[in-house]
């Protein structure tokens, strides 16, 4: 019971001498404080530009641009070399079903699943 007592009267007293804090005036900054304290700021001259900050943005436009004119050489390569391809509609109904020989198109041929694994025992 002795410690919440003492407990409690530090508590009572920190919270007076809080208040007491509390209720003093404001004290006044002294005269031309401000002017005193940037005056005390050292001028220092800029630091130069690195030549390393100034090269990397045209780098980048550079390679950007390369970029685009390996992409657009993809892109129209085959317009380039076989010239232009009729529409699709004159071309009438041509799928590749109908270009593949007879042998690719027989599905008879093929080799299921089942004709090569064994056979699954529970």
């Known amino acids: 019971m002795r410690v919440n007592r003492t407990q409690q009267r530090e ?34 001259a800029p630091a130069p530009v690195s030549r390393t900050r100034a090269w990397w943005p045209l780098a980048a436009g550079l390679g950007v641009a390369a970029v685009a004119l ?8 085959g317009d380039l070399v076989d010239g232009p391809q009729p529409a699709p509609s004159a071309l009438g109904d041509v799928s ?20 090569v694994l064994p056979p699954l025992r529970g």
């Open 11 to 44: 508590s009572q007293s920190l919270a007076a001498l809080e208040a007491a804090l509390r209720g003093l005036p404001q004290p006044r900054p002294p005269e031309n404080l401000e002017a005193k304290l940037l005056a005390g700021i050292p001028r220092i």
């Open 70 to 77: 390996v992409l657009a050489a993809i892109l129209f390569w």
């Open 96 to 115: 590749l079903r109908h270009m593949l020989p007879d042998e690719v198109r027989d599905h008879s041929k093929e080799t299921k699943p089942c004709d």
